[in-house]
Nanobody, 122 residues
C-alpha cells in the first residue's frame, strides 16, 4: 500500500512563509499528477495546485503568485512553498496523488494524505 505523509504545517503570523512537504511511503515506480488541496472550517475542500510528473504546474486558486508547487520525482515528494500568508489561508492542507504505479505494475488511484494544519494569525 502507498501512503502520503504531509509535514511542514504550523502556526505562522500573517506575512510569513511555510513550506509543506508530502512524501510517498512505498516502493514506487512513478506518480502521475500530484497536488495540494485545502479545507477551511465550514468550507468545502478546494484545489490549491497540481503538478505533473514532468513539472507542469497549475494553480487553481487566486493566490497572486504567493504559492509555488514543486516536486522531486526521485524522492516521490511534492512541495508547496507558501509566502505572504494571510489569515484566510488557514486550513487543513491535503496532499493528493491521482495515480501511483507500484512495483508489480499495480496502480493505485486517488491517494490522499492525512492533512497538515496551517494556521495564519493576524
Amino acid at each position: 500500500q502507498v501512503q502520503l505523509v504531509e509535514s511542514g504545517g504550523g502556526l505562522v503570523q500573517a506575512g510569513g512563509s511555510l513550506r509543506l512537504s508530502c512524501a510517498a511511503s512505498a516502493i514506487i515506480r512513478s506518480i502521475d499528477r500530484m497536488g495540494w488541496y485545502r479545507q477551511a472550517p465550514g468550507k468545502e475542500r478546494e484545489l490549491v495546485a497540481t503538478i505533473s510528473s514532468g513539472g507542469s504546474a497549475n494553480y487553481a486558486i487566486s493566490e497572486n503568485g504567493r504559492f509555488t508547487i514543486s516536486r522531486d520525482n526521485a524522492k516521490n515528494t511534492v512541495y508547496l512553498q507558501m509566502n505572504s500568508l494571510k489569515p484566510e489561508d488557514t486550513a487543513v492542507y491535503y496532499c493528493n496523488a491521482n495515480r501511483v504505479l507500484l512495483l508489480g505494475s499495480l496502480w493505485k488511484y486517488d491517494v490522499w494524505g492525512q492533512g497538515t494544519q496551517v494556521t495564519v494569525s493576524s
